[in-house]
């Protein structure tokens, strides 16, 4: 049996993400969930979106550049480009990202960083082209 959304910590969380990752991605999120992952994204929504993110202490700014160098260090590739492509949102400049992965480097190893530099250049020639298009 699974545990039903909080709902204050569960509209915080939403409204966080939301926020960050915007909304065409948070409703494609919602639109693919599934009965069987219903659970992990009411997870995700609360504990990160809600706990984490939506803390007052640090700005959305700073959680970016944090983010993505510890999902670089763990080779989440995939959410790299995701939250890179959430600086648009955040505040975070290429330049707080660049810093970030250099940090990489050092403290988790060249591979990681070359590998998260790649993806973020690739993210932002992307997002540079939707860009060009509207």
């Known amino acids: 049996m699974s545990n039903p959304p909080n709902g204050a910590r569960h509209a915080q969380g939403m409204a966080t993400r939301r926020a ?16 069987f992952d219903a659970p992990f994204q ?32 763990l080779g989440h590739d995939e959410e790299v480009a ?13 330049q707080d990202i660049r810093e970030a992965l250099l940090h ?6 060249v591979p990681a960083a070359n590998r998260a530099i790649r993806i973020a250049r690739k993210t932002f020639a992307e997002m540079d082209a939707q860009a060009a298009q509207t």
Do not use: F
Not at 82 to 94: C, L, Q
């Open 104 to 109: 990489v480097a050092i403290y988790a190893g």
């Open 42 to 73: 009411d997870l995700i929504t609360e504990a990160a979106w809600s706990h984490v993110w939506s803390r007052p202490d640090i700005t959305a700014r700073e959680r970016s550049m944090i983010t993505i160098a510890l999902l670089a260090a």
């Open 20 to 35: 960050v990752l915007g909304d065409a991605h948070v409703d494609r999120a919602e639109a693919a969930t599934t009965e």
């Open 82 to 94: 995701m939250h890179v492509r959430a600086t648009a949102n955040t505040g975070a400049t290429r």
